[in-house]
T-cell receptor, first 112, second 112 residues
Framework: ETGVTQSPTHLIKTRGQQVTLRCSSQ?????VSWYQQALGQGPQFIFQ???????GRGNFPPRFSGLQFPNYSSELNVNALELDDSALYLC???????????FGDGTRLSIL | AQRVTQPEKLLSVFKGAPVELKCNYS??????LFWYVQYSRQRLQLLLR??SRESIKGFTADLNKGETSFHLKKPFAQEEDSAMYYC??????????????FGQGTILTVHP
C-alpha cells in the first residue's frame, strides 16, 4: 500500500508570491485534509476535501485555497504569501471524512 | 469550539517507570479522541483511538467524559517510546466534519 506523499519537501518563497503544494493520497482513500504546523505548535486544520468537494474549513483566510482531483490527490494554494505563512504543511488522507487520518512527511515552507 | 490541552510540554522518565501523558479536551458534543505519535525523523502516525479500546505498543488511553480527559498511559516505559505525542479530537458532524483538533504536544524522553 502506497502511503501519503507530498511535494516538494522544502520550498523558499518571498513575501507576496504564490505557492502550490501537492499531495497524493493513500491508495483507497477519498478524503484529504490539510494542516499548518508552526514551530513548537500542534497542527492546525486548514480544510478538508471529500470526493472533490470542500468539506469544512478552519480559521484561515481565503488566500488559502485548495483542490481535489478525480484521483483524490490534492493541492493547497496560498496567494500573497506573508512571513507568518512559514510553517510545515501537512497533508493527511483517510477513507472517509471522520476516519483515522494518515499523514505525509509535510512540505517545509519558508518565506523570506 | 473544541479545544485540546496537553499541559506538559516536556516529560522525562526512566526506563521501566510508569508514564502518563495528560490530555484534556473541551467539546460540547460526543468527540472521538486519538493519540498520534511522531518519532525522530518520522512522520506523524496514529497510535490509538478511543473507540478501538486496544493497546498499542503497551499504551492505553481511557476516555473519561466526566473529567473530559483522555490520558495516555504505559506501565513500563521503554527508550524507544521517546517521541512527540499529540492528543487530537475529531468532531463527527456539523460544519468542519472530520476536522482534527490537536493539542500542542508533549515531548517524552525515556532515559536508560
Amino acid at each position: 500500500e502506497t502511503g501519503v506523499t507530498q511535494s516538494p519537501t522544502h520550498l523558499i518563497k518571498t513575501r507576496g508570491q504564490q505557492v502550490t503544494l501537492r499531495c497524493s493520497s493513500q491508495s483507497g482513500h477519498n478524503t484529504v485534509s490539510w494542516y499548518q504546523q508552526a514551530l513548537g505548535q500542534g497542527p492546525q486544520f486548514i480544510f478538508q476535501y471529500y470526493r472533490e468537494e470542500e468539506n469544512g474549513r478552519g480559521n484561515f483566510p481565503p488566500r488559502f485555497s485548495g483542490l481535489q482531483f478525480p484521483n483524490y490527490s490534492s493541492e493547497l494554494n496560498v496567494n500573497a504569501l506573508e512571513l507568518d505563512d512559514s510553517a510545515l504543511y501537512l497533508c493527511a488522507s483517510s477513507w472517509d471524512r471522520a476516519a483515522p487520518q494518515h499523514f505525509g512527511d509535510g512540505t517545509r515552507l519558508s518565506i523570506l | 469550539a473544541q479545544r485540546v490541552t496537553q499541559p506538559e510540554k516536556l516529560l522525562s522518565v526512566f526506563k521501566g517507570a510508569p508514564v502518563e501523558l495528560k490530555c484534556n479536551y473541551s467539546y460540547s458534543g460526543s468527540p472521538e479522541l486519538f493519540w498520534y505519535v511522531q518519532y525522530s525523523r518520522q512522520r506523524l502516525q496514529l497510535l490509538l483511538r478511543h473507540i478501538s479500546r486496544e493497546s498499542i505498543k503497551g499504551f492505553t488511553a481511557d476516555l473519561n467524559k466526566g473529567e473530559t480527559s483522555f490520558h495516555l498511559k504505559k506501565p513500563f516505559a521503554q527508550e524507544e517510546d521517546s517521541a512527540m505525542y499529540y492528543c487530537a479530537l475529531i468532531r463527527a458532524g456539523g460544519t468542519s466534519y472530520g476536522k482534527l483538533t490537536f493539542g500542542q504536544g508533549t515531548i517524552l524522553t525515556v532515559h536508560p
